[in-house]
């Protein structure tokens, strides 16, 4: 089965930034989508940003476009969330995601999730 470990959450200003990890167990790391989700306090699970399997191909939800970036490491089975001048709207609870096939938007279409790590950006 495929574990997922995120990491690299914590406390920053506003503005700041942090990277979040994600490190994976198994051997479909490669070739499989990977995506990261965020839960803010009284939210709904959203969409965050997606890579393909070569790292060809990303896709950002609008309200992180430009700031964040989302990269991998096959090598390492890692994939990185890069989280440039942060807002407080950006606190929540991060996870890290595998999918096989489907939209890189689509919560249903992943397969396994981790466990999250949090970010809480002070105003």
């Known amino acids: 089965q495929v574990q997922l470990v995120e990491s690299g959450g914590g406390l920053v200003q506003a503005g700041g930034s942090l990277r979040l990890s994600c490190a994976a167990s198994?051997?479909?790391?490669?070739?499989?989508?990977m995506g990261w989700f965020r839960q803010g306090p009284g939210k709904e699970r959203e969409f965050v940003a997606a890579?393909?399997?070569?790292?060809?191909?990303?896709t950002y939800a609008d309200s992180v476009l430009g700031r964040f970036s989302i990269s991998r490491d096959n090598a390492k089975n890692t994939l990185y969330l890069q989280m440039n001048s942060l807002k407080p709207e950006d606190t929540a609870v991060y996870y890290c995601?595998?999918?096989?096939?489907?939209?890189?938007?689509?919560?249903?279409?992943?397969?396994?999730w981790g466990q999250g790590t949090r970010v809480t950006v002070s105003s």
């Open positions: 995601a595998q999918r096989r096939t489907g939209s890189d938007r689509s919560l249903a279409d992943y397969d396994y």
């Open positions: 198994g051997r479909t790391f490669g070739r499989n989508a």
């Open positions: 890579i393909t399997w070569s790292g060809g191909r990303t």
